[in-house]
């Protein structure tokens, strides 16, 4: 194991009501604060009334900025930096998913910064400061409610980058597993993908002796197996819910890659699909994960066994070790296609051919290599998406 130092300090506030809560803990920071969400389920669910009733109880003023789309986009970061400077916002509370938080940490960054916030997603600036902020998840999967990260789409070439920064961290986040009854089926089964995707990722190290975290990523990956499948036939199971949403912020919030090297190989490739191609990050990650698996997994065929027997259940031979290890890849993608996930390029209606082209961007030109367990440069990348083809 190698030497960590781990500290998670968003303040989760786990249960049934608990978005009742939200205007007292947002006046701990702020009176005044932008409410920003995405493309009205909140609306039609009733959460945006619950929500402006909390705040007006507590006497917060709020300004609005809706329209947050699945893969959020740049210009409306630059619209809600505006409107935070122009009406002196010092608090931003996300309601939604993945991408509208992603957006408000966008916002709480480029609010205080005096160049183009993109700036920072493609490393020509270090951000130094960042307004606080708090959510409200409505559906398991990115992770980005006790996460360091925001994934920004710039429409300027179709780029889609992250940054990582400790400060961007909510203060808090209200987790109700009620809330996720509403998902649309598709959208559950791509939280599903991405949350697993979140553990693999750190399970896929050169780093030895960590039995531990091992256990840990196996033991989230096994809630995801064991209950995706039941609130796909039950929403409204408020208990599988509940293990879910949990799973789904231990899965991202660092605790599971504590002592070891991580991947994020997979990751870095999807990010260019769903940059170009607007597909739903999870559903590329169901696509891009069981190929980069079946392209790297000789590397360390046992580490691959171990995920296969214990995530699994493969029964293993020690003379073949190499079966078990495909094995494990095979049912992790048939888990995929029975969750109602695309496996391949072309069930995600994806005909064309523009390897070189996301390969080339993902590598920086084939100046830098993506990947902790195996770099990769971009002739491996352009292998590993023809694999994906399907
Ligand atoms: O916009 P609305 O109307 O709310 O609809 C959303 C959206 O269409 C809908 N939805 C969310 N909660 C709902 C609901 N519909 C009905 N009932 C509910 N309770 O679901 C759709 C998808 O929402 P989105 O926020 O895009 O999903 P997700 O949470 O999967 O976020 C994906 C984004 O997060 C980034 C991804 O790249 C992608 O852009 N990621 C962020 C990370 C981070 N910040 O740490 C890490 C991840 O690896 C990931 O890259
Ligand atoms: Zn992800």
Redesign the pocket.
Known sequence: MENFVFQNPTKIIFGKGTESQVGSEVSQYSKKVLFH?????????G?FDRVIASLTEAGIQYLELGG?????RLSLVHEGIKLCRDNDIEFILAV???????SA?AIAVGVPYDGDVWDFYVNKAVAEEALPIGTI????????EA???????NEDGWY?R?I?YDM?RPKFSILNPA??????KY?VA??AA?IM??IMERYFTNTKDVDLTDRLCEATLKTIINFVPVVLAEPDNYAAWAEIMWAGTVA?NDLLGTGRAEDWAS?DI??EL?GIYDV???AG?AVIFPAWMKYVYQHDVKRFAQFATRVWNVDYSVWAPERAALEGIRRLEDFFRRIGLPTTLNDLGIVDDRFEEMASKATKSDTATLGGFVPLNQQDIVDILAMARG
């Open positions: 969400y995405g493309g009205g389920s909140i609306k039609k669910s959460l947050v789309k699945p893969n959020p939604g998913g993945g991408s509208v938080i992603d940490k998840l409505t559906i398991p999967a990115a992770g980005s996460s360091i990260g925001s994934v920004i789409t889609k992250p990582n961007l809330l996720a009854f509403t998902l649309p959208q791509c939280g991405d995707a979140h991202h990751h999807e990010h769903s739903a990050h999870g990650l």
